[in-house]
């Protein structure tokens, strides 16, 4: 069904409908999918958990956060929130949410494999009048050209006349101390006037954060990868400043700070070891795909792939440099990794940069020495194990207790070449007390 663009509304909504009371199923139980169910929950609305993961399932149902997250985990200690892998349980809710993965292959092509099976998982259990509401971040055209046709022939319904279909994407940063799940503005987008009016009572019963309805639901979609995708070249920007800038004896970022004091038209990002996570280093494929499938080459967003693709490999080259420079061959050195996580405080490592840096040299021959503080089954069980004995240390993710780690806790260890890949410690700390410093353009 070809979407007719809706009456434009320009005015944002906000969370005003508090009593209103639906049963929900959310689909997929992550970083994400959890946060949501259990804030549905909280807010009164009879909500289900569904996910492929049987373990997941049984340690949500336990009351235990199947991931690191502190607030979460309090959450669901004080939530019920039933989880299933039966998506029979689908058939009695009036909203589904789908917030399953969108990853990319290898070859840096979207896999819409998790979408379509979790489509094709509710579309059985479809009934009339429900409201399917895609959460997962996908590029313009993926609701309407391939979830939608999966939930009509799996349903015999037919979208728009039988049952709503929208698209509101999840924007939350987890982590982040001030923006979460429940104050975040979002944007919405629908088939039909009725399901971007259900959508938005769905959400303004939930979040206190102004709604924003679009158009249409590839509006929305468009909406969210852009936002990603800005972040990307934002990065790729600064990251090549600082490729150029240590060619030029320029502290990076110093010159980004100063920048950042202009009050408008700049917005500091800060250059690093690599872009991790399910979001930045991820969805600008989404967008180069669909350019591509219509004939379109995002030259721009290829580029900021490349570069920001390339930092993992420059801080190794980094590294082996200033081995270099005290005659240690990267082949046989012992290099402490500090970080897995793609970023600060968390155990997710999906797209992590550290892994990258991890492979890149054990090719070379090091000797690698990971540890992270909040991943499971990192290698190495303490930081000072790390450390002693090894030639030198990356800094990998900025974690809090890496930020907080002073020159004599590496000198301690006998390491005196440091890599700060995340640019978090105090070059004139390191550099005053005999370190061999370097960050990333600095
Ligand atoms: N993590 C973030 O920071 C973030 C932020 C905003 C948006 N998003 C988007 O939200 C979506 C979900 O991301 P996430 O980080 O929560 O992923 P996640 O991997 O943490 O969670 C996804 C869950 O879906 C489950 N799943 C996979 N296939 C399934 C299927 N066929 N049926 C049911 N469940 C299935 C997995 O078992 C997993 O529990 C993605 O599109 C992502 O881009 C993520």
């Given amino acids: 069904m070809q979407q007719k663009t809706l009456v434009p509304i320009v005015r944002s909504v906000t969370g005003n409908f508090p009593s209103l009371t639906y049963s929900v199923a959310v689909v997929g139980l992550g970083y994400v999918g959890l946060p949501l169910a259990l804030l549905a929950a909280r807010k009164g609305h009879r909500v289900v958990g569904l996910d492929i993961n049987a373990e997941k399932v049984k340690s949500i149902n336990s009351g235990i956060c199947p991931f690191f997250d502190v607030e979460l985990t309090e959450r669901l200690a004080n939530t019920r929130l039933p989880a299933d892998t039966n998506f029979a349980r689908a058939r009695d809710v009036e909203i589904i949410v789908l917030c399953v993965p969108t990853p990319v292959r290898h070859d840096h092509i979207p896999d819409l494999v998790p979408i379509m099976e979790a489509s094709k998982s509710v579309a059985s259990h479809l009934k009339k009048g429900t409201l399917v509401i895609v959460e997962s971040t996908v590029n313009p055209g993926v609701c309407e050209n391939v979830v939608l046709p999966i939930l009509e022939r799996g349903s015999g319904l037919r979208a728009g006349a039988d049952f709503m279909l929208s698209h509101c994407p999840e924007r939350v940063n987890p982590g982040d101390p001030e923006w979460n799940v429940e104050n975040i503005s979002r944007v919405a987008g629908s088939l039909t006037e009725e399901g971007l009016e259900k959508t938005l009572a769905f959400y303004g019963s939930i979040v206190t954060g102004p709604i924003r309805p679009m158009r249409s639901i590839k509006e929305a979609e468009a909406v969210k990868i852009v936002e990603n995708t800005f972040r990307d070249i934002?990065?790729?920007?600064?990251?090549?400043?600082?490729?150029?800038?240590?060619?030029?004896?320029?502290?990076?970022?110093?010159?980004?700070?100063?920048?950042?004091?202009?009050?408008?038209?700049?917005?500091?990002?800060?250059?690093g070891c690599g872009v991790g996570g399910h979001c930045i280093p991820v969805d600008p494929y989404y967008l180069i795909a669909e350019g591509k499938?219509?004939?379109?080459?995002?030259?721009?967003?290829s580029l900021a792939r490349k570069i920001n693709n390339h930092m993992p490999k420059h801080t190794v080259d980094l590294l082996e440099r200033m081995l270099r420079k005290e005659h240690i061959p990267l082949k046989g050195a012992r290099v402490a990794l500090l970080g897995l996580a793609y970023k600060a405080d968390i155990d997710d490592v999906r797209e992590s940069p550290s892994l990258v840096m991890l492979e890149e040299l054990e090719k070379r021959g090091a000797e690698v020495m990971p540890f992270d503080p909040y991943v499971k089954n990192a290698r190495i069980p303490t930081l000072r194990k790390a450390l002693t004995g090894a030639h030198a240390a990356i800094v990998a993710t900025p974690h809090r207790s890496f930020r907080a780690l002073s020159p004599h806790d590496f000198l301690e260890c006998g390491v005196s070449i440091v890599i700060d890949g995340k640019n978090c410690l105090s070059k004139e700390a390191f550099v005053g007390a005999g370190v061999q410093y370097r960050g990333i353009g600095r």
């Fill in 234 to 271: 934002n990065i790729a920007f600064v990251n090549e400043l600082a490729l150029s800038f240590d060619r030029l004896g320029i502290d990076v970022v110093n010159v980004i700070e100063a920048a950042a004091t202009k009050p408008f038209a700049f917005m500091a990002h800060y250059p």
């Fill in 293 to 301: 499938r219509n004939g379109f080459n995002h030259r721009f967003l």
